[in-house]
């Protein structure tokens, strides 16, 4: 089995964790966290070993190391994830059983696919792509790295989201629209037309209150 350790001992990293039991493909070795007051302890039933350095200096010996960056912020994963690639370990990436995942699909290293959720004929996912659960990510879509759809996102075919892009709970992205890099959709909004980069937008049809 592959050895990981799971980036980030709280929330999505507990979900992270419980994803990686479902496979049964990886023998995780603990928790990295930057939170001091964690080093030490037991979460989700594994350690806390510190943060990536500290980490990779006792893990040197022993094989390869894989990692997964369990952190919902998208500007921090791509910190973290590049933290751990100096380390000289391996983006793992996560994908639960029920997901469905079309055999034409790309799903690049570090990303996360939720249960429940459905990635499509010929979409794209760069690296370090978060999908949370129950997501559907549409035929021939492209989402750039550090991208998140959060629980509920509906991301129709031909969408494209920007490195970055956030798009919260139970959006819908119509076909054929971009999202820029950075930007966020708020929870519920239908995007109708394209999101320019580093805008948040919101409402039905979402409207920029951030952002030019």
Same mark, same amino acid.
């Given at each position: ?13 507990? $979900?992270?964790?419980?994803?990686? =039991? /479902?496979?049964? $493909?990886?023998?995780? &070795? ?6 001091? !007051? ?36 998208? @500007?921090? @994963?791509?910190?973290?994830?590049? @933290? ?9 990436? &996560? #994908? ?29 996912? $760069? ?5 949370? =659960? ?8 492209? %989402? ?10 509906? #991301?129709?075919?031909?969408? /494209? %989201?920007? $490195? ?28 109708? =037309?394209? #999101?320019?980069?580093?805008? !948040? ?10 952002? !030019?």
């Amino acid at each position: 089995m592959k050895k990981l350790v799971l980036i980030g001992a709280s929330g999505f990293g507990s $979900e992270a964790a419980w994803v990686t =039991q /479902r496979m049964g $493909e990886f023998q995780v &070795l603990g928790f990295c966290d930057d939170d001091q !007051t964690k080093c030490g302890k037991n979460f989700q039933g594994l350690p806390v070993l510190g943060s990536v350095e500290v980490a990779a200096a006792s893990l040197k010996a022993g094989g390869p190391i894989w990692f997964h960056c369990g952190i919902g912020n998208n @500007r921090n @994963r791509q910190l973290l994830a590049g @933290r751990a690639g100096q380390a000289g370990w391996q983006a793992a990436t &996560l #994908i639960d059983p029920s997901a469905l995942v079309s055999p034409d699909a790309v799903i690049g290293p570090g990303c996360y696919v939720g249960a429940g959720s459905i990635v499509s004929v010929n979409a794209v996912l $760069e690296t370090h792509v978060l999908i949370n =659960q129950q997501c559907t990510i549409g035929h021939d879509s492209h %989402l750039a790295n550090y991208a998140q759809v959060c629980p509920g996102g509906r #991301i129709s075919g031909n969408v /494209r %989201l920007g $490195e970055g892009a956030f798009i919260a709970s139970n959006a819908v992205i119509a076909p054929g629209r971009c999202v820029g890099a950075w930007a966020t959709v708020g929870a519920a909004s239908f995007v109708s =037309q394209d #999101i320019k980069a580093g805008v !948040t937008a919101i409402g039905v049809p979402a409207r920029p209150i951030f952002g !030019t």
